[in-house]
């Protein structure tokens, strides 16, 4: 059934441009707290990066719940006050507690927070659904604010400058990112523009004044040791600890700056450890003339290249933060030297954009600490390991060239990995090196051409024959033992469905349960568009790699598309909603069939035209459909809340991408589409339109 039929309460106002004002307003703020708070919760409370897409549905469900209560906008509005600080005081006084790792035989998370052992530990569940809650409350009174005004206009004259301005968030937002801002500017410029919309109520203006006045001071003093910085990807400390130095991402141990010259190594027993652990793989394959190095991180691996006198290296690093800082301490300055070439950029969109072949290409132990794009269950590293990866890197190795891997497995199944993927790209088992002790790494693998002694030297223990099944670009899980969603992961989704159904239960529920007005069309619609723009950004990040920038012309060109819909509607709205579905669902049929990996042999040009069109022909499709929904709508504001809701069910169902591989959301985003198409035919099926049919 759809809502009533009845007339939108338009709300008096002073003129048609504050109201255009305030809209975009509130919209450009939930976009952009949104994104702020994605960067910001998991730069503290380090092991929620596991989890950030649930900043995303917490968002999702907290606008949704607001404009629910748009009615009351101005009573809900005053919810803020408590819950932003009640935000920011939990994130600080988790950000200094110990809030241990998930423990699952089936998946791992990189622990090594730095916190003192004294320090009182926490279990991850509570605080994950705790920070989930107060997210959801934190973007209740902006949904309410904005379904406020959305009532002012016609439906889809709102959603569009609805969109319109979320796309100036993302902007605003990448703008801040590119030039390294901290957040306390971020949430300085969101406070800002919040108080500015809140003018016209003086006496909640004030006290909205003194809130953002007092988090902005917990949101100073929360951090770790300093200097602190942030890049695109984390937060970054550097330590200089004795006669190294130490980078921290997330207040986690990430690298070690090395003093690697042979003099000072021999002085330091973990500068020498670590050197001959560099050095230990090159005994095994020839000197290279030519060398790849992608995890380039601060230098350590392009210094050892250097010093064995490699003439020529790419060092590619996706953080350019990190490889700033690698400019600035590093020992040997390898990335001033004239022979080394450093890029930002992501490993997988080297691999394609390079015309070099290397003597050797080196794995600088990648591993990441946070979550693709934020959303979604994929981490920054995940397409990287993949047999899909690999295969292409070999083609970047001379005849007889070498690749060197260098990984912290801290679980078998992860080197069983590994090995596997090794063996069935180059067509026989990788020389294994073990480190029993490991400092940076335990694992080296070596692959491609070696010296007969290795396989004398370093025999793979029996266990890298088991059978376990590798990391492909459709199932890119290298730290997923099996086919399976960790229950870490089940126990922490469980807790989040509960507090949305009490959350819109609490709302909403008897209106509800008395109205019948539950609106499946939108519902249906916001849960297929949330997985369908979550597999959009992961091929994106295939094609064109997994940098911030990708991703954020990714989102920036999603919007678009939607905005382009809206005009499209407004100006020649369709007729027939039939031949959309048709059209919608042989979109998605046509981008489960052709793989992105299909289309990365062929020209630049090319690449982005295909690989943009089967992106973006289902996310027309589906926002021109929604478009011709949402305009019939009389209650805008509830409808939005509908499929915001249906969005939320999206993120959580994404996770069975962990089971059945990332190719199947668009099987399921069909579904729900269907389920869409399905609930639109019902609602057209009206008591009045019986009478008329028996007439």
């Known amino acids: ?51 950030v897409n649930f900043v995303l549905i917490a968002a999702f469900l907290g606008m949704s719940v607001g404009l629910l209560r748009a009615d009351a906008a101005r009573n809900t509005a005053w919810l803020a006050v408590p819950v932003l600080l009640a935000l920011f005081v939990s994130i600080k006084v988790f950000s200094e507690l110990n809030v241990l790792a998930p423990t699952d035989p089936n998946y791992v998370v990189w622990s090594g927070v730095v916190v003192s052992p004294n320090i009182r530990r926490v279990a991850v569940l509570p605080v994950a659904l705790l920070l989930f809650a107060l997210t959801t409350a934190t973007f209740v009174p902006l ?50 523009i919040w108080l500015y919309l809140s003018l016209e109520h003086r006496r909640f203006a004030l006290t909205l004044l003194v809130t953002a006045a007092t988090s902005l001071v917990v949101v100073g003093v929360t951090g770790g040791p300093r200097p602190e910085y942030w890049s695109p990807y984390y937060r970054i400390n550097v330590r200089k600890i004795q006669d190294r130095f130490v980078v921290f991402v997330n207040g986690a141990f990430h690298q070690h700056v090395v003093n690697l010259d042979p003099g000072s190594a021999a002085t330091d027993q973990l500068a020498r450890g670590i050197r001959d652990d560099y050095l230990l793989p090159f005994r ?12 380039a991180g601060t230098g350590n691996d392009v210094a050892v290249l250097l ?37 930002v950029n992501d490993a997988r969109a080297f691999f394609k954009s390079t015309d070099q072949t290397y003597d050797v290409v080196v794995f600088g132990t990648l591993d990441s600490h946070t979550q693709l794009a934020g959303m979604g269950s994929l981490r ?54 073990y480190e029993p002790e490991p400092r940076f790494f335990n694992y080296t693998f070596l692959a491609g051409t070696t010296r007969d002694t290795a396989i004398a030297t370093a025999q793979p223990p029996d ?50 349960y008395r109205d019948r007005s539950f609106d499946g069309a939108m519902f249906f619609m916001g849960m297929g568009f949330l997985l369908v723009e979550t597999k959009s950004v992961t091929e994106m990040s295939l094609l064109f790699g ?23 509607v407004l100006r020649h709205p369709p007729r027939n909603l039939a031949p959309l579905f048709a059209a919608l669902f042989g979109s998605l049929a046509l981008a489960y069939i052709i793989p992105p990996r299909h289309l990365l042999g062929l020209a630049p040009w090319i690449k982005w035209f295909a690989g943009g069109a089967i992106v973006a022909l289902p996310i027309l499709f589906a926002a021109t459909i929604f478009a011709m929904l949402f305009r019939t709508r009389a209650a805008s504001s509830r409808a939005l809340a509908f499929n915001v809701l249906g969005a939320v069910a999206g993120g959580i169902v994404e996770y069975t991408s962990m089971v059945w591989g990332v190719k199947t959301l668009y099987i399921i985003a069909a579904m729900a589409y269907a389920g869409a198409w399905i609930s ?9 339109s019986l009478d008329a049919l028996k007439a």
């Open 1 to 51: 059934m759809t809502l009533p039929e009845t007339r939108p309460h338009i709300l008096t106002s002073t003129s048609t441009g504050a109201n255009v004002v305030r809209l975009a307003g509130y919209s450009f703020l939930i976009l952009f707290f949104e994104l702020a708070l994605i960067r910001y919760v998991p730069g503290y409370v380090r092991i929620v990066g596991f989890y």
């Open 143 to 192: 949904g309410a604010l904005l379904g406020r005004e959305f009532v002012r206009f016609a439906p889809l004259h709102a959603y569009t400058i609805n969109v319109g301005a979320s796309l100036l968030g993302i902007a605003s937002f990448g703008i801040l990112s590119w030039a390294r801002t901290p957040p306390l500017i971020w949430f300085a410029v969101g406070f800002a």
């Open 284 to 295: 095994y394959s020839q000197r290279p003339d030519t060398a790849l190095v992608v995890g």
């Open 307 to 343: 010093q064995i006198g490699t003439d020529y290296v790419d060092a590619v690093e996706i953080d350019p933060v990190i490889l700033d800082i690698g400019r600035a301490v590093h020992f040997q300055q390898p990335y001033d030297d004239s022979r080394v070439h450093a890029v």
């Open 380 to 433: 920054l590293d995940n397409y990287v390991y993949t047999r899909e990866a690999f295969a292409e890197v070999r083609e970047l190795l001379k005849p007889n060239g070498t690749l060197i891997l260098y990984h912290m497995s801290t679980q078998p199944f992860i080197a069983r990995k590994l090995h596997r993927m090794l063996a069935d790209v180059f067509g026989e088992p990788p020389v294994v090196l």
């Open 463 to 512: 266990a890298f024959f088991e059978n376990t099944e590798p990391p492909t670009d459709e199932w890119p899980y290298l730290y997923l033992k099996e086919r399976t969603v960790p229950s870490h992961y089940l126990y922490t989704m469980l807790g989040v469905m509960l507090i949305t159904i009490i959350s819109v239960a609490a709302t909403a529920g008897r209106a509800l």
């Open 546 to 568: 997994s940098t911030w920038t990708v991703n954020l012309l990714v989102f920036s060109s999603i919007l678009v598309v939607i905005l382009l819909a809206n005009l499209r």
């Open 680 to 688: 639109h035919k019902q609602s057209a099926i009206t008591p009045g």
